[in-house]
């Protein structure tokens, strides 16, 4: 039988290198659920890597962009991986209530490390580990709001935190 049409969205959130992506696509095929990226998405309405939206078009219309675009995926069925700094958005963290909010916890040395030398996060160019050290401390707080359930991900590779995840809905 078709799932109910009424299902809300399952969202991962969480800071960049906590894994969302790679979670939320395993984690939508365990439930046969459809798997949306909101960077993805936000990439193919620009038709252009969020970096060169930064370069060109500066953080706050990337912010709007993001805004407009999570609150339209919000609406769909499926698992749906949010931008590490979604939560800065009032209307999001808005948005988020009555969804199943999933928070992949990471400290910034794990976080670091994940990210690597990728150059595709326009915030995390230069000192990448005292970045996400910044970016951890402010955001921490705004993830807790909203998510209705948390998981250390240091200690546990994507497969394991989709068992974990699957074990405790
Ligand atoms: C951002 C994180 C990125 C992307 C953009 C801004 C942030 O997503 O949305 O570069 O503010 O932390 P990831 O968390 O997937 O890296």
Request: net charge negative.
């Amino acid at each position: 039988a078709a799932a109910a049409p009424t299902t809300p969205a399952i969202v991962v959130i969480g800071a960049p290198g906590s894994g969302k992506s790679t979670v939320g696509a395993l984690l939508a095929d365990r439930l046969s659920l459809p798997f949306l990226d909101v960077d993805t998405v936000i990439e193919e309405r620009a038709g252009k890597p969020i970096a060169e939206i930064f370069a060109d078009d500066g953080e706050p219309v990337f912010r709007e962009l993001e805004a407009a675009v999570t609150l339209e995926l919000l609406d769909r069925q499926g698992v749906l991986s949010l931008g590490g700094g979604a939560v800065t958005s009032v209307r999001i963290r808005e948005a988020l209530a009555g969804h199943r909010v999933i928070w992949l916890r990471v400290t910034a040395g794990t976080a670091a490390r994940r990210v690597g030398l990728n150059t595709a996060r326009p915030l995390l160019l230069g000192n990448v580990h005292g970045t996400l050290v910044k970016l951890l401390a402010e955001r921490q707080p705004l993830y807790a709001a909203v998510a209705t359930e948390a998981l250390d991900t240091d200690e546990l590779d994507p497969a394991a935190v989709v068992d974990q995840l699957i074990k405790e809905p």
